[in-house]
C-alpha cells in the first residue's frame, strides 16, 4: 500500500481533496475522477479511539461519508465487511 506521500509522487499534477487527519486512511486513487480513495474501516479505527463506536459511526456518517464538497469529494470505499473488525 502506497503512502499518500507517495501517491502525490506519482501524480505530481493532481490537486488531490484530501479529508484533514485521516492520510493514514488513503487506500489509493481513482484514475478517471483524479480523487483519493479511503477505507471506511481505517476511519472507523481512527475515529474509535477518540469515542465509542456509536458515536464514530454517528460521526463518520453525518460528517464524514455525508459531506459533499464538490466533484472532487474524496471517495470512500466501505471495506468493513472484509475486515475481521475494527
Avoid: C
Avoid at 8 to 27: H, K, N, S, T, W
Avoid at 32 to 39: D, G
Avoid at 44 to 52: A, K, N, V, W
Amino acid at each position: 500500500m502506497r503512502t499518500l506521500s507517495e501517491l502525490y509522487d506519482m501524480y505530481p499534477d493532481a490537486e488531490f481533496l484530501r479529508m484533514e487527519g485521516f492520510d493514514d486512511a488513503v487506500i489509493g486513487v481513482d484514475e478517471r475522477t483524479m480523487r483519493l480513495v479511503y477505507s471506511k474501516s481505517k476511519i472507523m479505527r481512527q475515529l474509535i479511539r477518540s469515542m465509542d463506536y456509536e458515536t464514530a459511526m454517528e460521526h463518520f456518517d453525518y460528517n464524514i461519508a455525508g459531506a459533499w464538497v464538490g466533484d472532487d469529494t474524496p471517495i470512500i470505499v466501505n471495506d468493513m465487511f472484509y475486515t475481521s473488525g475494527i
